[in-house]
């Protein structure tokens, strides 16, 4: 392992761009991965087919990223060799509970990364914490204060990533509003002290213009520092305008993976759909965000 102690601390011009607006680029998905080829009616794809996907994506949007986010299961020291040096590498360091073809359920910080894993050329690590008003709140809690310490331990940054989900009972009862609940999530979690909160689009995207707008600037009003959104639960052409409301809104960008790739899964050429849906996708939003975004340094 690399000696971490000496490294110099790190800011997020380290997953910036020039104009300080964070436009990254999401590639740590795992087993929800491995299903989505199941979906796309490619099979049940063995680990090479992920590596090589994941290995793919690096080489056509990692030159345009400001930041990409890899897991250490599949490929990520080939992802590391591939990306740019101007391309900041975030490396998860989430320990996911997951039924196969399941959503995350639960999440723990991954001791292979803290202990096991040569951080040379790492800039931040993220964490996904699902986040639910129930028995484990305060443990989740305590779980992200870790998380912030262990990553200022080892000067990197820390890109934290909750995922609100209802309980049973709030199913059952009727009284779940998603967008209540993220901005509960972000006033709990975000004055942690994080480098970066990566959270869910205000209305799923779903809302015009106006509610986008208002619904975002209720969420910036919520959370403590620099924030960007994700694209999971976005159907994919909402995505955009999402972004450009929540960049008025405060946020400094986007964190996103799905909204970029998803439909490029499973096809016979994948270099060739990256390079003819994606690369254009993630230049639209990198337009949108160094035109819109609040430069991370401008955060409250």
């Known amino acids: 392992m690399t000696d971490t102690a000496s490294r110099p ?60 986010l890899i897991d250490r299961h599949f490929g990520w020291e080939a992802v590391r060799d591939t990306l740019p ?100 999530a972000a006033a709990e979690l975000s004055p942690s002290g994080q480098s970066l909160y990566k959270v869910q689009v205000p209305l799923s995207g779903t809302g015009d213009e106006a509610a986008q707008r208002e619904a975002s600037e209720r969420l910036n009003d919520a959370i403590i520092g620099p924030w960007v959104v994700l694209s999971q639960g976005v159907d994919r052409p909402a995505f955009l305008p999402a972004v450009e409301a929540a ?6 960008g986007f964190l996103a993976g799905r909204a970029l790739w998803s439909d490029v899964v499973g096809r016979d050429d994948v270099p060739a759909a990256l390079r003819e849906l994606s690369v254009p996708r993630l230049e639209a939003l990198i337009e949108v965000v160094d035109r819109e975004a609040r430069p991370w340094r401008e955060a409250r």
Request: aromatic letters at 4%; charged letters at 30%; proline letters at 4%.
């Open 85 to 184: 040096s101007g391309t900041g590498l975030i490396l998860a360091a989430d320990d996911l509970t997951q039924e196969d073809g399941g959503p995350v359920e639960e999440t723990a910080l991954d001791e292979v990364v803290l202990t096991e894993t040569d951080l040379d050329g790492v800039s931040a690590l993220k964490l996904l914490v699902i986040w639910r008003r129930d028995a484990k709140r305060e443990q989740r809690v305590e779980l992200v204060h870790r998380f912030v310490a262990e990553c200022r331990a080892r000067g990197v940054l820390s890109v934290l990533e909750p995922v609100v989900r209802a309980t049973p009972e709030e199913l059952d009862a009727g009284t779940w509003d998603l967008d209540v609940a993220i901005r509960e």
């Open 9 to 68: 601390a790190l800011d997020l011009d380290a997953i910036a761009r020039p104009s300080g607006s964070l436009a990254m680029v999401a590639m740590d998905q795992r087993e929800s991965l491995r299903h989505m080829f199941d979906l796309a009616g490619a099979g049940r794809p063995a680990d090479d087919v992920l590596i090589r996907f994941k290995l793919d994506v690096a080489a056509a949007l990692g030159p345009l990223a400001s930041g990409f």
């Open 247 to 252: 960049c008025r809104a405060g946020a400094s």
